[in-house]
């Protein structure tokens, strides 16, 4: 079973930092990956989707990478605002079913 | 456009009721629609799959027959939790899979606070 692993699980920085949020998940067979921002008691909002065959998807301020042979991903956020503070998941998926980690709670202070 | 509800976004019941979660997709046809729920400080889990006109894929440890799901129609999904506890009182969120777009895009509810007293 796919195990997804988010590191740190809490972040706090002050406004206009760039900052990584870490992912890595057990099994490499995936279909693609996508970044969620979740805030309190919301849905899930998605940020980036990377298929499997890509390296990275970029956003805006958002820039999603994938390195599906290790089975990592990483989230760089920059120039960070209070805006952003919510919390942020890595769900690799198999194509019909995604699998979440337990998140990166982020703050960004002003 | 794709915009997903959730009715009710809240809903507080007592402990051996029943209670009915809506979804709907409000601007597009949804072949396939899926149900996680979220507890506290813990991940968001994916329930079930719902497939329009077919029974409903469980996942390993939801029970079928506590967590019915319908998917009567091709903008409408319901999660029926049956004979509700305490234990159940979750954040639950449905997503919507745009027929014409694939198993890539999936759109989400706002989601529906169940608290069981």
């Known amino acids: 079973k796919q195990e997804v692993t988010q590191i740190p699980a809490a972040l706090s920085v002050p406004e206009g930092e760039n900052l990584v949020l870490n992912c890595s998940f057990t099994d490499s067979a995936i279909y693609n990956l996508q970044w969620f921002r979740q805030d309190p008691g919301k849905g899930l909002t998605s940020l980036l989707l990377?298929?499997?065959?890509?390296r990275e998807q970029t956003s805006g301020r958002l820039n999603a990478s994938l390195d599906k042979s290790s089975g990592r991903s990483t989230l760089y956020i920059a120039a960070s605002q209070p805006g952003d503070s919510a919390t942020y998941l890595c769900a690799p998926s198999t194509g019909n079913q995604f699998y979440f980690g337990t998140g990166t709670s982020l703050t960004v202070i002003p | 456009g794709a915009v997903v509800s959730q009715h009710p976004s809240r809903v507080i019941c007592k402990s051996g009721t029943s209670v009915k979660i809506e979804c709907r997709s409000l601007d597009f046809q949804a072949t396939t629609m899926f149900w996680y729920r979220q507890f506290p400080k813990q991940s968001l889990m994916l329930m079930a799959t719902?497939?329009?006109?077919?029974?409903?894929?469980?996942e390993q440890g939801v029970e079928k027959d506590k967590f019915l799901i319908n998917h009567a129609s091709l903008t409408l999904s319901t999660l029926t939790v049956t004979s509700a506890h305490p234990e159940d009182s979750s954040f639950y969120i449905c997503?919507?899979?745009?027929?014409?777009?694939?198993?890539?895009?999936?759109?989400f509810g706002p989601g529906t606070r169940l608290t069981v007293l």
């Open positions: 990377i298929q499997s065959s890509q």
């Open positions: 719902s497939n329009e006109g077919s029974k409903a894929t469980y």
């Open positions: 997503s919507a899979v745009h027929s014409n777009k694939g198993t890539d895009t999936q759109y």
